[in-house]
């Protein structure tokens, strides 16, 4: 009963979270054999698209042997992702559908959505870019190498959070 209690609130204390978040991707190693990582699902679905599109577009080193295409473990973190996060949402009775109408987005970039879906998508591409350039992402390599103790995933956060702090002061312009 008090699990079912947990499951419902709409805000989880983050330390439970991020001790949930560590015993996953422990239990995804052991009984897997994988580690934890979702943007080279994108990436393997992208191949997959340009494999049916143009398939000598994908005829190169990168779509063969780094990031083939197909259906494969990452795609189906990605999905269990999307599934818990409905769940989620649905069981802490928060889902609700949204246009990035959230009240701060709304002051800093104006009441144009297209302004704000285009703030989204630019930073969705360099994320993903950077990640790819990377050959992982903030899950692959923050926790997933962060859980191995990696020097590589301690520098990263430190970069991510010295980049992210600058990019919110100049988006924000000390408002928040």
């Known amino acids: 009963m ?5 499951l419902r609130k709409s805000e989880w204390s983050p330390y439970l979270g991020g ?21 080279g699902g994108f990436e393997t679905l992208g191949g997959s698209i340009v494999q049916a599109v ?8 990168y779509w063969k042997f780094v990031m083939p295409a197909g259906i494969g473990w990452s795609v189906f973190v990605l999905l269990g992702i999307f599934v818990g996060a409905l769940v989620a949402a649905l069981a802490g009775r928060t889902f609700k559908w949204r246009a990035v109408s959230d009240d701060q ?4 970039f104006g009441p144009a959505r297209w302004k704000r879906w285009l703030v989204l998508f630019v930073g ?5 870019y950077g990640a790819g350039i990377a050959g992982g992402c903030t899950s692959g390599l923050a926790i997933s190498g962060g859980l ?4 590589s995933a301690f520098l990263f956060i430190m970069g991510m959070f010295m ?7 100049i988006f924000y312009r000390g408002r928040y």
């Open 2 to 6: 008090r699990v079912i209690k947990l």
């Open 19 to 39: 001790a949930l978040l560590g015993l996953l991707a422990v239990l995804s190693l052991a009984f897997t054999g994988r580690l934890l990582s979702g943007s």
């Open 54 to 61: 143009s398939p000598a577009a994908g005829d190169n080193i």
């Open 105 to 108: 987005w709304i002051r800093i």
């Open 124 to 128: 969705a591409i360099l994320l993903e």
């Open 148 to 151: 191995q103790l990696a020097p």
């Open 163 to 169: 980049s992210g702090i600058p990019t919110a002061m």
